[in-house]
């Protein structure tokens, strides 16, 4: 039920938003498309993961381990950040390299094993931000398509190690990680700080 209210909401404001012309109103319906946006993806994310197929794909025993102990050598030493994704319900976070926990302020030990919104939520003083529902989309097309997707330049601030949103922008590209049969095991998640290049413009 909450599902289908959400869905239909962005309809409605989307809707709306299309035809309105006031700049106040547009901003007001923006906000709340942004709103009703994030709540559905943390809501599919947390029932379905980045699978929205009504048939839920069995997921492979015992090769995760098997196939993240082949990406860890060059996982690990990377220059670039990267994050390991679990595509089920929860898209609960597997792994970061230590670039990826220097770019976002994370502690690897304290966020193994956690929803990946809750570690990393939308800035909440931006109530048009997008992160959250773009980031969700973009990987459910990469379950759904079994190939990699290039998001756009995106915003997503991140918070410090005092707790504080710091403005960040990024371009993330998303990437399904398959066993040897093609079976998806995991969402390979790797983003490039490019804050300096967009505040510069």
């Known amino acids: 039920m909450q599902r289908f209210v959400c869905e239909q909401n962005i309809a409605h404001f989307g809707r709306l938003l299309g035809e309105a012309s006031d700049s106040t109103l547009r901003r007001t319906l923006l906000m709340l498309l942004s709103s009703a946006k994030r709540e559905l993806a943390l809501l599919n994310s947390q029932m379905s993961g980045a699978n929205l197929s009504p048939v839920p794909p069995k997921r492979p025993n015992g090769d995760l381990a098997s196939v993240i102990g082949q990406l860890r050598p060059n996982f690990e030493t990377s220059p670039h950040p990267y994050m390991l994704i679990d595509p089920g319900p929860g898209l609960k976070i597997i792994d970061i390299n230590n670039a990826y926990a220097r770019a976002t302020f994370a502690n690897r030990n304290d966020i193994i094993g956690l929803p990946l919104f809750d570690v990393f939520p939308d800035n909440p003083a931006i109530d048009t931000a997008d992160g ?21 330049v995106q915003r997503y601030d991140v918070r410090d190690t005092t707790g504080n ?8 590209i998303n990437t399904p990680v398959h066993d040897a049969d093609g079976r998806l095991i995991c969402l390979l998640h790797h983003v490039e700080d490019v804050t300096a290049e967009v505040l510069a413009n």
């Not at 959250?132 to 756009?152: D, I, K, R």
């Not at 949103?165 to 993330?172: G, K, N, S």
Request: aromatic fraction near 14%; charge should be negative.
């Open 132 to 152: 959250v529902s773009n980031l969700y989309a973009s990987l459910s097309s990469v379950v759904e398509t079994g190939q990699p997707h290039a998001m756009q």
């Open 165 to 172: 949103f710091v403005e960040r922008y990024w371009q993330p």
